[in-house]
């Protein structure tokens, strides 16, 4: 892009911070079209299993396979195995 081809909007119109760390941008805002936002959420076929994002799924991934599942103990194993 050129110079002041991009504009930052700090607040918008219902006032919410679009500059602060808890702010996450829709796909739409950051340039996808319509057929790119619909293809981003739809599932893989190649997928072996249902993946769940973000932070509180990855933490509750961790909490089960370290605390729940007691697996830590055997991922060397498991891990030079492969």
């Not at 702010?23 to 057929?35: F, I, Q, V």
């Not at 959420?41 to 509180?56: A, H």
């Amino acid at each position: 892009p050129k110079k002041n081809d991009l504009k930052l909007v700090k607040v918008d119109s219902n006032g919410i911070d679009k500059c602060s760390l808890t702010y996450m941008p829709t796909l739409e805002e950051l340039g996808y079209n319509d057929d790119q936002v619909q293809f981003a959420q739809e599932t893989d076929s190649r997928g072996v299993l249902p993946f769940k994002g973000g932070e509180s799924a990855a933490l509750a991934r961790v909490k089960e396979y370290i605390w729940e599942k007691d697996l830590l103990k055997v991922y060397f194993d498991t891990r030079n195995g492969m």
